[in-house]
């Protein structure tokens, strides 16, 4: 697959553009990443009605978007356990509003889960101002963009056989495995340079590892759900990229591989383990 220099350089402005946002809000934390997880939330949701339920997508974004506002609303003010309660509820009233709409329900409860658990997992991981909080939130956005661009540049020069043509036709095992050594080794260098407990350079490269696996399933993932409800993108407001759903996709895998890192290293720190 050859090098697309123009396509390259739209992505690389619209990453320009977009990840200084993300990443001054990721730093403030607070109300600061509150209202930029409360913004990715709204754009998803109405990229995911759009999506799966294109005859009445408004209906659908509504209920998901409501939902998942509730969600993230209860773990900012520390109660997780009570978000991921209020994240199922929430399937089943957008599943059981559709329903009552005439529409297939399974598309709006599955997008309240498929899209809830990584923001509410983000949320729990920054953990307001917390400095090893912020640390560990580096470390998915690091290990996560890194899998991702080391893994669409590798396939664009070195090509070679595809990882999955029936699914995603473009993706090679080139990519695959350059997207894999760029996310251990960003693991490792987020240990070794930041502040994160218990984890250690060795550690944060399994940890890297494992992520940046979990990026590329949930980017085959969404390719997947694309390619059953007959759609190229899941939206177009960022040019190169598609929609926002594009972009975060491996993120929404990743999160959960660092989150459950996270909470390993803190029961070693509790010597639960």
């Not at 199922?88 to 529409?103: N, P, S, T």
């Not at 759900?225 to 939206?235: I, N």
């Amino acid at each position: 697959m050859a090098l697309k220099v123009g396509d390259i350089g739209l992505r690389a402005a619209s990453a320009f553009v977009l990840a200084p946002a993300a990443v001054l809000a990721t730093w403030a934390g607070g109300l600061w990443f509150l209202a930029l997880i409360l913004l990715a939330c709204g754009l998803l949701a109405v990229e995911w009605g759009r999506m799966s339920t294109p005859g009445a997508w408004r209906g659908s974004a509504i209920a998901v978007g409501l939902a998942l506002f509730v969600a993230v609303g209860a773990t900012h003010v520390g109660q997780l356990s009570f978000a991921l309660v209020m994240l199922v509820f929430g399937a089943a009233a957008a599943g059981l509003f559709m329903r009552m709409r005439g529409q297939l329900a399974l598309n709006a409860a599955y997008g309240v889960l498929y899209l809830g658990w990584p923001v509410i997992l983000l949320i729990w991981l920054r953990d307001g101002h917390d400095k090893v909080g912020l640390h560990w939130t580096v470390l998915v956005f690091a290990v996560t963009w890194s899998a991702d661009i080391v893994a669409y540049l590798a396939g664009s020069l070195f090509g070679g056989p595809k990882l999955w043509p029936r699914l995603s036709p473009k993706k090679t095992w080139s990519g695959f495995i350059g997207g894999l050594a760029a996310g251990m080794l960003a693991g490792g260098g987020i240990a070794l340079w930041l502040e994160m407990g218990r984890l250690n350079v060795f550690w944060g490269m399994v940890l890297g590892l494992a992520a940046a696996l979990a990026t590329m399933a949930g980017d085959l993932w969404e390719s997947a759900l694309k390619r059953r409800f007959g759609v190229k993108d899941a939206g177009t407001i960022i040019p190169g990229h598609g929609g926002l759903l594009d972009r975060v996709d491996g993120l929404m895998f990743a999160v959960v591989v660092v989150a459950a890192g996270r909470w390993l290293v803190i029961l070693v720190e509790r010597g639960v383990l």
